[in-house]
Nanobody
Framework: QVQLVESGGALVQPGGSLRLSCVAS????????MRWYRQTPGKQRGSVAT???????TYADSVKGRFTITIDNIKNTMYLQMNNRKPDDTAVYYC??????????WGQGTQVTVSS
């Protein structure tokens, strides 16, 4: 059974760093395209960071240079390092494991609120 569990969300001030974690069970990261998504009320869920099956990373323009997606295969955990936080980063953050045309798995989400 596949399970993705996010953690690390918090109420934080602008600036500074925060790291989100996604612990995976039942999957091998190398077989999936792994992504972090975020969603705010009334808006569609959008991808912010991706690591594909060749370990290539891509980022949404809004987070490029501030966020970093990494995977620790030993701990079976994916991370999203968020630096220089902005109020627009406020959202529920979800991790996703995607095997195109076959399976797509989601975590339950973790809330990040950036506010002074």
């Amino acid at each position: 059974q596949v399970q993705l569990v996010e953690s690390g969300g918090a109420l934080v001030q602008p600036g500074g760093s925060l790291r989100l974690s996604c612990v995976a069970s039942g999957i091998n990261f190398s077989a999936y395209i792994m992504r972090w998504y975020r969603q705010t009320p009334g808006k569609q869920r959008g991808s912010v960071a991706t690591v594909d099956r060749t370990s290539t990373t891509t980022y949404a323009d809004s987070v490029k240079g501030r966020f970093t997606i990494t995977i620790d295969n030993i701990k079976n955990t994916m991370y999203l390092q968020m630096n220089n936080r902005k109020p627009d980063d406020t959202a529920v953050y979800y991790c996703n494991a995607d095997e195109p045309e076959i399976h797509s798995y989601w975590g339950q989400g973790t809330q990040v609120t950036v506010s002074s």
